[in-house]
T-cell receptor
Framework: GAVVSQHPSRVICKSGTSVKIECRSL??????MFWYRQFPKQSLMLMAT?????????EQGVEKDKFLINHASLTLSTLTVTSAHPEDSSFYIC?????????????FGPGTRLLVL | AQKVTQAQTEISVVEKEDVTLDCVYE???????LFWYKQPPSGELVFLIR??????QNEISGRYSWNFQKSTSSFNFTITASQVVDSAVYFC??????????????FGTGTLLAVQP
């Protein structure tokens, strides 16, 4: 089956630092990856759509200068939370959509828990 | 605009009871996908089912069954003979279709199911 990994699984950082989260499709290529955020006891909300080789598309209300997305290859997208603050503490989940497989669904990574102190 | 409503915030049942989780959606698209995911305390999303808008047949998979009714824009999920391991948050989601593939997912607010022994 299609596998998506995320690294790190958990990160604790000090306020003001930047944190990079990686999302990798391990056994398929993905031109499109999605980044979602989930606050405690809330639903998943799409933050941005990451497209390989082009700029990400951000959802309304998501600061693109704060949440930097890079999709440099067909198997890797990164989300960098710049100058993180406690309100950025959340569960970040990525998903990847395989290319060349019309009608295929997305596959989710296991998520990254970010705690900003 | 697309929207998914899960009116039941929390449901508590006793083991072996049947339970139905409701999902109502809104979309202007004629082609779309509907999903159900399970999210245990670990946080990882577990894919349960995907149904496209042209397939209204009900589906059964073991103790799980799904009832899709376009006339009422509902995609309800029933667990028969519930077990403690079914305790989790369940999300219903809607996806638009672009180029034959699923696009970003719109999630409902989730239903927390607690199965008591």
């Amino acid at each position: 089956g299609a596998v998506v990994s995320q690294h790190p699984s958990r990160v604790i950082c000090k306020s003001g630092t930047s944190v990079k989260i990686e999302c990798r499709s391990l056994d398929f290529q993905a031109t499109t990856m999605f980044w979602y955020r989930q606050f405690p006891k809330q639903s998943l909300m799409l933050m941005a759509t990451s497209n390989e080789g082009s700029k990400a598309t951000y959802e309304q209300g998501v600061e693109k200068d704060k949440f930097l997305i890079n999709h440099a290859s067909l198997t890797l997208s990164t989300l960098t939370v710049t100058s993180a603050h406690p309100e950025d503490s959340s569960f970040y989940i990525c998903s990847a959509r395989p290319i060349y497989r019309v009608g295929e669904t997305q596959y989710f990574g296991p998520g990254t828990r970010l705690l900003v102190l | 605009a697309q929207k998914v409503t899960q009116a039941q915030t929390e449901i508590s049942v006793v083991e072996k009871e049947d339970v139905t989780l409701d999902c109502v959606y809104e979309t202007r698209d004629t082609t779309y996908y509907l999903f159900w995911y399970k999210q245990p305390p670990s946080g990882e999303l577990v894919f349960l089912i995907r149904r496209n808008s042209f397939d209204e047949q009900n589906e059964i998979s073991g103790r799980y069954s799904w009832n899709f009714q376009k006339s009422t824009s509902s995609f309800n999920f029933t667990i028969t003979a519930s077990q403690v391991v079914d305790s989790a948050v369940y999300f219903c989601a809607l996806s638009e279709v672009r180029g034959g593939a699923t696009n970003k997912l719109i999630f409902g607010t989730g239903t927390l199911l607690a199965v008591q022994p």
